[in-house]
């Protein structure tokens, strides 16, 4: 996973980034073909990119990242079949504290 740390922000001693965490038991979790791992890997590449804007921007920034979250999630789930759609809703509870609804 290297790759992966590299993409967003690295990782601290030993531990994986939170948003490579995620993407790493999003495609463990539903078994996801090469192309949406890319896809993937392109949308939390923006969700990083829009999460430093958010944090540098000013305002509410706690409003922002519910909302870069929200579109994060849509992003995933357009990019799923209906089966993983399906498990991805099943194991939501186990990602919610990564996408806070």
Known sequence: MGFLNKLFGGAKA???GMAAQ???QLTTDL???GEQLEKMKAAFQQFRE???AAK???GDIK???QGI???LKAQV???LSAEQKQKFMANFESYKEFFRQ
């Open 14 to 16: 030993d531990k994986q």
């Open 22 to 24: 995620m993407l790493s």
């Open 31 to 33: 078994n996801l073909t």
């Open 50 to 52: 829009q999460r430093k």
């Open 56 to 58: 540098t921007g000013g």
């Open 63 to 65: 409003s922002q990242m």
């Open 69 to 71: 979250r929200q579109d």
């Open 77 to 79: 789930q357009d990019l």
